[in-house]
């Protein structure tokens, strides 16, 4: 059998296999970001469906950093029945479950949180509406967010949390030279701009202690003029290896596209697939911590390939486990044909119309 179901661990967190369903936001939380009957069911369904590992959509820390409707929260103890009622469900169905924890940052929706959204500087020309430059006081603020958020996870049975530095949400605006240009001791060198990033990641250590594994999710690459180079991406991966964290997940791009971003559309072949894996590559040559590999990731032979020849040690997917969320199943059954998934994005129409994420072409085939 491929090495893809071996049993692994990260930190004291033991994995089925090397399968992870990457955050995804469900469209399914409730206006209060608590959990849904709706969202426990699509999780358990990723469990039943053999999925080692599940993170599920990105959970905001604090009310100012709520990027959109319907998005799971984890700024308040009054969610953690509901958090721990997923957790049970999912645990029962064998497999381990990590909270994502989140703040938009620059691109929070006023109109939702009732708050200017803030950034790590002031850009003119992205945002409609006001950015305010957070204070040193707004950063230690969400800081401490981050940590009493992960504690909140742990309390709630999760078995890790991640941090979302990726796609230009905050903790990746400040890794990025593009939106970060301040002048003080969080702006300027690669290790001032990661600066917040490890108060953060000191902040989860102190809620959850040393043997509770923190992930991260963090750029390749922004893929924008002046944005977040590989260069510095490792430099950061780098600081975080020496400060204790247990594996990153490697993705790319921000959330305003950019003409240097890898298409997420259309991935019919096996050279499409993968598309960071020659960043990949490089994180490997210089980083020891355990990489997980996202970016349409469709056949099961790329996965096992890249794992072969050490690109990655974990493989993620999200708009595959959407459109099959027992594709890992069918894999370890023998059944080795490619994902069903086309890559059109239709999935997160119904999410934007308060339907929650699902396939739209397995619908119209009546599946």
């Not at 709706?38 to 820390?61: F, K, Q």
């Not at 001791?185 to 040393?210: D, F, K, M, T, W």
């Amino acid at each position: 059998m491929s090495h893809l179901f071996e049993e692994s661990s990260l930190n004291t967190m033991r994995l089925r296999n090397r399968f992870v369903r990457s955050a995804t936001w469900e469209g399914l939380a409730a206006d209060d970001g608590s959990v849904t009957p709706r969202l426990i069911e699509m999780m358990t369904g990723l469990a039943e469906g053999g999925v080692g590992l599940i993170i599920p959509g990105h959970a905001y820390v604090e009310k100012q950093g709520q990027a959109g409707p319907w998005q799971l929260g984890a700024y308040d103890d009054r969610l953690i029945l509901g958090l721990k009622q997923m957790t049970d469900s999912v645990h029962k169905k064998g497999s381990r479950i990590a909270l994502q924890l989140a703040h938009s940052g620059y691109f929070a929706r006023r109109e939702i949180t009732g708050h200017d959204p803030i950034a790590p500087s002031s850009l003119e020309g992205i945002g409609k509406t006001p950015r305010k430059a957070m204070t040193k006081h707004d950063i230690e603020r969400v800081v401490k967010a981050f940590g009493d958020a992960a504690g909140r996870a742990k309390e709630a049975g999760f078995d890790a949390v991640q941090i979302h530095a990726a796609h230009g949400y905050l903790l990746s605006q400040f890794l990025s030279p593009f939106y970060n240009r301040r002048e003080d001791e969080y702006g300027g060198s690669v290790e001032n701009r990661a600066r917040v990033v490890l108060e953060v990641l000191s902040s989860i250590r102190q809620a959850v202690g040393p043997d509770f594994p923190v992930l991260i999710k963090m750029n390749c690459a922004d893929f924008i003029d002046r944005g977040l180079t590989l260069e510095g991406s490792i430099e950061i991966g780098k600081l975080l290896e020496r400060n204790g964290i247990d594996a990153i997940e490697l993705s790319g791009g921000v959330l305003t596209g950019g003409k240097l971003s890898p298409s997420r559309m259309g991935i019919k072949t096996e050279e499409k697939e993968a598309y960071f894996r020659n960043e990949a590559k490089a994180f490997k040559k210089i980083i020891n911590v355990p990489l997980i590999l996202v970016g349409g990731i469709r056949s099961f032979q790329v996965a096992d390939k890249l794992l072969k020849e050490n690109v990655a040690d974990y493989f993620s997917m999200s708009r595959p486990l959407i459109r099959e969320p027992n594709l890992v199943n069918r894999w370890k059954s023998g059944d080795l044909r490619r994902a069903e998934c086309v890559s059109d994005n239709q999935c997160f129409i119904p999410g934007i119309e308060g339907k929650g994420v699902y396939c739209l072409k397995a619908e119209k085939e009546g599946r």
